[in-house]
């Protein structure tokens, strides 16, 4: 029998060249860069950003919401707690404690991630990666009062992006990694979370989410480094800046994570804390859209499909 040699023809590098192109447009959209970026993406949409405000508008006002919104832009935060629907609040601590209820069975069946100190539940409910969108979880993400607040704070009709249930449970011996460690949200240029505490956080050691304000936040506002420690961040705030959500459960709060420095989930042994987030954006989106998160179900109004990008 005799041996046969085959030559391989390389393909030219030019995908390569192309990763290596959107690698360097990821890393300077994470720089105030990025706002050029939104602005000609925007451009390409004549219109549809008009279409989105006069949509917002249409939504109720409320004084106390407005100056939530306010808030919100000055530090970075707002807790509102007392704005927000409690009866939907409930509706989602309600799905959350079923599935703490069921937690050996739910965290058998789940596709471990990366953070081994969150636990995602939520798996089951997903159809083809997407929520219903009658889901406690997106009603909630859908109030008005929610809607108003973020959409006022960017002057557009916000994008839900994603909804999200963490259970955080305590890492022993382990060094801290990704969320635990300082960082901004690069999602996009604008990115609000709505939180719910799902258990009490009583202290530091139930990992409460923590977090810079806006205004010292700046110094972080073009740095290049993604997840930093606390000695590193330190050094250019001092401590005395840091706020740590100590809150009740059913507590819930606005955060703008692409402008506050924040880290969390730092549970100490015999802690765990469970956490309700809704990620928001302003459109359009500064990298591709992902997979539909969403599948209508039931009666939706224009405006909450254009929330939902149905
Ligand atoms: O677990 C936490 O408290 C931090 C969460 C976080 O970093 C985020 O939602 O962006």
């Known amino acids: 029998m005799t041996a046969t040699t085959t030559t391989v023809e390389r393909p030219a590098p030019k995908k390569q060249k192309i990763n290596q192109f959107r690698r360097i447009l990821w890393h300077l959209n994470r720089t105030d860069l990025g706002w050029v970026t939104k602005a000609a993406l925007t451009t390409l949409q004549p219109g549809a950003r008009t279409r ?3 949509m917002l508008d249409q939504l109720p ?3 106390e919401w407005s100056e939530a919104s306010r808030k919100l832009d000055q530090d970075g935060y707002v807790d509102v707690s007392s704005l927000v629907d409690r009866n939907l609040a409930q509706a989602v601590a309600a799905v959350a404690d079923n599935k703490v209820s069921r937690l050996k069975e739910l965290t058998g069946k789940q596709q471990l ?13 997903l159809v083809n990666g997407a929520f219903a969108t009658d889901h406690p979880f997106v009603r909630y993400a859908l109030q008005p009062a929610a809607l108003r607040i973020i ?7 916000p994008q839900l992006s994603d909804v999200l249930l963490t259970l955080s449970q305590p890492t022993p011996n382990q060094a801290l990694s990704y969320s635990q460690l300082w960082h901004l949200d690069h999602d996009d240029k604008r990115v609000c979370k709505l939180f719910i505490y799902l258990t009490d956080v009583q202290n530091t050691a139930d990992g409460p989410f923590t977090f810079i304000p806006a205004g010292p936040s700046k110094a972080f506002r073009n740095s290049l480094k993604s997840h930093m420690n606390d000695a590193t961040v330190f050094a250019k705030t001092g401590p005395d800046v840091v706020k740590e959500m100590i809150a009740p459960r059913l507590s819930s709060f606005i955060v703008n994570t692409a402008r506050c420095l924040h880290m969390g989930s730092r549970i100490q042994s015999d802690h765990s804390r469970l956490l309700y987030t809704a990620t928001y954006i302003q459109q359009p989106r500064i990298y591709p859209e992902p997979p539909a998160r969403f599948r ?6 224009d405006l909450e499909r254009a929330v939902m990008r149905l």
Request: proline share 0%.
């Open 296 to 301: 209508a179900v039931g009666n939706l109004s």
């Open 61 to 63: 006002a409320k004084a």
């Open 52 to 54: 989105r405000v006069a």
């Open 151 to 157: 959409g006022d704070f960017m002057h557009d009709l």
């Open 113 to 125: 991630g990366h953070k081994s100190f969150w636990v995602s539940l939520l798996d089951e409910d």
